[in-house]
């Protein structure tokens, strides 16, 4: 490759060398990612996941990976693995999951699924998501594929969750003690502040009232009370 500037008069030719090398012979030849039901088709590297994810939703990435091998070279992809990590989403620590290892024969294809159970206690903002996939071939050739997209959170301005209620034992008999352990959480983007948790039952004269606060973020957003 030669790049020649002139001004007319005077020139100057810088040339480069460019190497060709045979490319890899393993891809993500489809990639659709769901979020709480919702499909973003056709996802390509170097972008963001079009659905934003919530607190508490699933996150499930469907990946095609394909043999571009032919049947004349013959060459089998042996142990491929395929490792997906949402970093930092969970209070700064990464989700991270892999699928079973496969091979591929020339020219065939796989498809791989692998879910996430995104946390209740998130922050807003944009988390990386990295696809690594490797293999090798029978000649003992890597073969590597890296995907690095985006992951974007948002919140309900207000959203507060019941995360536990269990009432033991379930069946009882008069002048015996029952227990009532309930947990809530604070999911959205604003602190609350005239939070009320009330437990009731007519039939046994129960009423319970706690007036609260939950903060939002990670931090003193829960409360518990039995």
Avoid: W
Wanted: include cysteine; charge should be negative; hydrophobic fraction near 30%.
């Amino acid at each position: 490759v030669a790049v020649n500037i002139t001004d007319g008069s005077l020139n100057i030719t810088q040339s480069f060398q460019v190497n060709v090398v045979e490319g890899p012979k393993m891809i993500i030849s489809d990639l659709d990612i769901k979020v709480n039901g919702k499909t973003d088709k056709n996802v390509v590297n170097n972008t963001r996941i079009s659905e934003e994810v919530r607190p508490g939703q699933e996150v499930e990435f469907k990946i095609e990976i394909e043999s571009l091998f032919t049947s004349d070279e013959d060459l089998e992809i042996e142990d491929i693995d395929v490792e997906i990590t949402i970093e930092d989403i969970d209070g700064g620590d990464d989700l991270d999951d892999d699928a079973d290892e496969f091979d591929l024969k020339p020219g065939k294809n796989e498809d791989i699924k692998i879910k996430f159970d995104i946390p209740l206690e998130i922050d807003e903002g944009i988390f990386d998501a990295i696809i690594d996939v490797e293999g090798k071939d029978e000649n003992g050739t890597a073969h590597k594929i890296r995907y690095e997209l985006e992951l974007e959170s948002e919140k309900e301005s207000h959203e507060i969750k019941i995360i536990r209620s269990s009432l033991t034992p379930s069946t009882i008999k008069c002048q015996r003690q029952i227990s009532i352990n309930t947990e809530i959480i604070n999911t959205g983007s604003n602190d609350e502040d005239d939070v009320a948790l009330e437990i009731t039952s007519a039939g046994l004269e129960i009423s319970s009232l706690t007036d609260l606060e939950l903060d939002e973020g990670t931090e003193d957003n829960r409360f518990t009370k039995q």
